[in-house]
């Protein structure tokens, strides 16, 4: 059997969710890999030193649960109390395109895509670059005020 050879953003793919602490079958799916190539590209990366960081210590407060930082939300009594993070959603329109929102911590939609998208991947993958990029970006004021 011929071996296909892999294409970058792929094992970057790969490695950035495993890295985030995802399991291999989550990684696999959202990398869109077969399990067995996101297990040898996650073992590569043991190999040469990479580690899983370990989880977010959960601290108790009052009436619940917190990890994480930003607000946290009050769920039922005995139901733990989880912060949110900043995150990208990838949705799908009544077209069966995709589109992706940023939202803050506190649910508002901060940023959204600007097209829709026929392929899933191309929109996982804009996501990914304005993560990678994010802090490269420069901010123009163009009000002229």
């Known amino acids: 059997m011929a071996l296909r050879e892999a294409a970058e953003t792929e094992i970057r793919e790969v490695l950035r969710a495993w890295l985030l602490g995802a399991g291999l079958r ?5 990398a ?4 067995k190539a996101a297990r040898r ?3 590569a990366a043991v190999e040469a030193g990479e ?4 989880e977010p210590q959960r601290a108790r407060v009052p ?6 930082s930003g607000p946290a939300t009050a769920g039922s009594p005995g139901e733990p109390i989880m912060a949110r993070e900043p995150e990208f959603k990838i949705l799908k329109n ?3 395109e995709y589109y992706w929102h940023l939202e803050a911590a506190d649910s508002r939609v901060v940023a959204w ?14 996501v990914y670059w304005i993560k ?3 802090s490269l970006i420069m901010i123009y004021d163009c009000t002229g005020e």
């Open 26 to 30: 989550q990684v696999a799916a959202q």
């Open 32 to 35: 869109g890999v077969d399990r």
């Open 41 to 43: 590209y996650v073992q």
């Open 51 to 54: 580690r899983q960081p370990p």
């Open 63 to 68: 009436g619940g649960t917190i990890s994480g």
């Open 94 to 96: 009544t077209e069966g």
């Open 113 to 126: 895509a600007g097209q829709a998208y026929v392929i899933k991947q191309a929109c996982v993958n804009d």
């Open 132 to 134: 990678d990029n994010a």
